[in-house]
């Protein structure tokens, strides 16, 4: 069981301090958030999307990514992937990300899918996503980096079929599938499984999260022949739709054995006890299906 740690979730630590708490938790990679942050954010408290201080810019000179670097290798721990924010489209920043990658010893870096608002026809932007990963693919064969597209909400690759439509053309040593069943609890939702075997080579990471659903009104009187609205929302990893011991048995079942990501975004753990609960609950849910 190889754990890692996607540092958009430990908003609150310095590189070397998400580190040395990995370490303390038994998670070796490290999944380094890559993003500009804004100077006006920085006077804000720590958050996921803001003041993120396990971030590495993508502009990073020598001494940023020294830092970075030593943090990993201080520590004993292993830098898997950069995690950028890359638009669809933009060659230049995904070069520019994958150079840094190579230079942080990671192996992995997500690139851009076009989002999907209702605004532009699918097979339009599924055409433009086509024409991007044409040359993603020539890139991360030169850098000898895999590309990762994510199954995320509001893109053109919420679900494992949609990705692996888009991804099915390309090289899978080049281009593969970031699986997230915590996204797809937010809208892409396919038996996990069968998403799994589609995707076959395709398959090389995993984020683990969790999600849920709630009435926007709790508590009123239901009148069943009015509609009701549900949002949703993040959840603790235990505690949420998407059922993790079983999404593991399908992995096990499909033969994975790459990395498991956590990414717990409901707030309810201070982030050192969050990795150190998602460590142990991976650990007993890994022995329950021995």
Not at 29 to 57: A, D, H, V
Not at 200 to 219: E, I, Q, R
Not at 242 to 250: A, F, G, N, T, Y
């Amino acid at each position: 069981m190889k754990l890692s740690i996607f540092t958009v979730a430990a908003p609150d630590l310095t590189p070397d301090e998400l580190c040395e708490a990995a370490a303390a938790a038994g998670i070796a990679g490290l999944e380094w958030r890559c993003k500009e942050t804004p100077p006006e954010l920085l006077i804000e408290q720590p958050s996921f999307w803001g003041n993120n201080q396990c971030t590495i810019s993508p502009k990073a000179g020598d001494e940023e990514i020294s830092r970075f670097r030593q943090a990993a290798i201080g520590h004993n721990r292993q830098s898997i992937a950069v995690t950028p924010y890359l638009s669809c489209g933009d060659i230049e920043g995904t070069e520019q990300v994958m150079r840094l990658a190579k230079r942080l010893d990671a192996s992995m870096v997500r690139v851009g899918v076009p989002s999907y608002d209702r605004s532009r026809p699918y097979g339009e932007l599924f055409q433009q996503a086509t024409d991007y990963l044409k040359e993603v693919e020539r890139l991360a064969l030169d850098y000898g980096i895999k590309a990762l597209v994510e199954t995320h909400h509001v893109t053109i690759t919420p679900s494992a079929s949609l990705a692996h439509r888009l991804v099915s053309p390309f090289n899978p040593d080049a281009i593969g599938v970031l699986y997230d069943p915590g996204n797809m609890v937010h809208e892409g939702y396919e038996n996990y499984r069968m998403g799994m075997e589609l995707l076959g080579p395709y398959l090389a990471h995993v984020h683990v999260k969790n999600a849920g659903w709630h009435s926007a009104s709790p508590g009123e009187t239901a009148d069943h022949l009015k509609p009701v609205a549900w949002n949703s929302g993040w959840a603790p990893i235990a505690n949420g739709v998407v059922p993790w011991k079983q999404v593991l048995l399908d992995l096990k079942a499909v033969g994975y054995d790459g990395w498991f990501g956590v990414e717990d975004f409901s707030g309810t753990f201070d982030t050192r006890t969050m990795l150190q609960t998602y460590a142990n609950q991976m650990k007993i849910w890994m022995e329950e299906i021995q």
